[in-house]
């Protein structure tokens, strides 16, 4: 027996599909994507989405860097799903056209707060303000 005859076909295809060394994050989550939960193509596409975009700690808040969980960029959460989701249409023998359609649910993360900055004309410090601390 060949490893070629004991790999799942799913998972043979990942693999061709992110064969670069720079890939392998990408073909692990297509290979997710063979094996998630569901019976379905939809199904599997939710799994995707639970995989690859986490939901903020603090529910009913916006946003804030400070308490998101997700994997880091967002261009990595689009990579993570479109991989993810590939693996779905290796699985169910789904088109490559109609999987390349398929776009995450999710917005974008909204861009950090502005911080403004002001400069108040009192609070200057001079020189001879500052208390020397040489040794």
Same mark, same amino acid.
């Given at each position: 027996?060949?490893? &070629?005859?004991?790999?799942?076909?799913?998972?043979?295809?990942?693999?061709?599909? %992110?064969?670069?060394?720079?890939?392998?994050?990408? $073909?692990?989550?297509?290979?997710?994507?063979? !094996?998630?939960? &569901?019976?379905?193509?939809?199904?599997?596409? &939710?799994?995707?989405?639970?995989?690859? %975009?986490?939901?903020?700690?603090?529910?009913?808040?916006?946003?804030?860097? %400070?308490?998101?969980?997700?994997?880091?960029?967002?261009? %990595?959460?689009?990579?993570?799903? !479109?991989?993810?989701?590939? &693996?779905?249409?290796? $699985?169910?023998?789904?088109?490559?056209?109609?999987?390349?359609?398929?776009?995450? !649910? $999710?917005?974008?993360?909204?861009?950090?707060?502005?911080?403004?900055?002001?400069?108040?004309?009192?609070?200057?410090?001079?020189?001879?303000?500052?208390?020397?601390?040489?040794?």
């Amino acid at each position: 027996m060949f490893p &070629g005859e004991w790999t799942p076909p799913c998972g043979s295809c990942c693999t061709k599909k %992110y064969a670069s060394l720079m890939q392998i994050p990408w $073909r692990v989550f297509c290979k997710k994507g063979c !094996n998630a939960d &569901g019976d379905t193509w939809d199904e599997c596409i &939710g799994k995707c989405t639970e995989i690859c %975009y986490k939901d903020p700690v603090l529910e009913d808040r916006q946003w804030s860097a %400070y308490i998101d969980r997700s994997p880091g960029q967002d261009s %990595y959460s689009l990579e993570c799903f !479109n991989a993810c989701v590939s &693996g779905c249409g290796f $699985r169910f023998d789904i088109p490559t056209e109609k999987v390349e359609e398929i776009k995450p !649910n $999710r917005p974008s993360k909204p861009p950090p707060p502005e911080v403004k900055r002001t400069k108040h004309p009192d609070s200057t410090v001079k020189a001879e303000d500052v208390p020397c601390t040489s040794a």
